[in-house]
């Protein structure tokens, strides 16, 4: 092997060094048993991303507008608290917020199932603290969904 090989399988990371000799990860979702493409696949970043922030600006919007009336300074303290009500509310009973429907996305249980109010009461609260949200295992969902038992699809 010589300098610029091993200095390619460095820069391309372990998983592409394992692919390269014959593992097979497979695609997203393969291992709970969800298709690769279309309906009830699992759903990638960019459209996670687009749901989380349409209802955080909504949420601002509203805890700017109506409640604080302009003040900012509690402005964001009403945002997450209404962030996390909406997503309690709204996962809870028809598995989707507004900006989940808007991309085309729902939460279900990794059953295929709709989540109980613990679960989404649990993955909320996760999502709320940002960080287990970043972290992501093989099949995209983050630390939040995994440990709610959670998966995002299309749908």
Known sequence: MDNRQAIGSWLSGPRAAAEDMGVDFGYPGQRLGLPQSGPGSVARFGR???????DWVG?????????????????GNWTLGLFVALVILTVGTVGFTPGKRMFGLRVIGQNGGRLGIVRVVVRTLLLAL?????????????LHDRLAGAVQVRI
């Open 130 to 142: 940002v960080i287990p949200a970043l972290v992501w295992d093989r099949d995209g969902r983050g």
């Open 59 to 75: 949420c601002q919007l509203i805890a700017y507008g109506l409640i604080t009336h302009g003040n900012l300074t509690a402005a």
């Open 48 to 54: 996670r991303l687009g749901a989380v922030a349409i």
